[in-house]
């Protein structure tokens, strides 16, 4: 069973950078990719960016190209979200998700086996 667990959420004014940090349990197959998601209120979950883990090859959503960077650390054990000049439109529930793979459409939720607990950003203006 692969476990993760965010870190980093927190309040900001616009303009300010957030980093947050995803932790996996396993660096195995079932989680080569690991994505964040965000989730506003009242709104579906949208695919922020993705890592596919033993490649190193990432994907961002158009929103946040730019601004996020998607990255892990040398061991694969945790994947980071840089934030930079975040907006008030970024305001959510960040959760990370897993998956054997990025292909076939890395940002839909419905194709990821296993998710964290969510960490919640609020951008203020």
């Known amino acids: 069973q692969v476990r993760l667990l965010e870190s980093g959420g927190g309040s900001v004014q616009a303009g300010g950078s957030l980093s947050l940090s995803c932790g996996a349990s396993?660096?195995?197959?079932?989680?080569?990719?690991v994505a964040w998601f965000r989730q506003r209120s009242l709104k579906e979950r949208e695919g922020v960016a993705a890592?596919?883990?033993?490649?190193?090859?990432?994907y961002y959503a158009e929103s946040v190209k730019g601004r996020f960077t998607i990255s892990q650390d040398t061991a694969k054990a945790t994947v980071f979200l840089q934030m930079n000049n975040l907006e008030p439109e970024d305001t959510a529930m960040y959760y990370c998700?897993?998956?054997?793979?990025?292909?076939?459409?890395?940002?839909?939720?419905?194709?990821?086996?296993?998710w964290g607990q969510g960490t919640q950003v609020t951008v203020s203006a």
């Open positions: 998700a897993a998956r054997s793979s990025c292909v076939d459409n890395w940002s839909a939720a419905s194709n990821y086996d296993y």
């Open positions: 396993m660096y195995t197959g079932k989680a080569f990719c």
């Open positions: 890592i596919w883990r033993p490649g190193g090859v990432t």
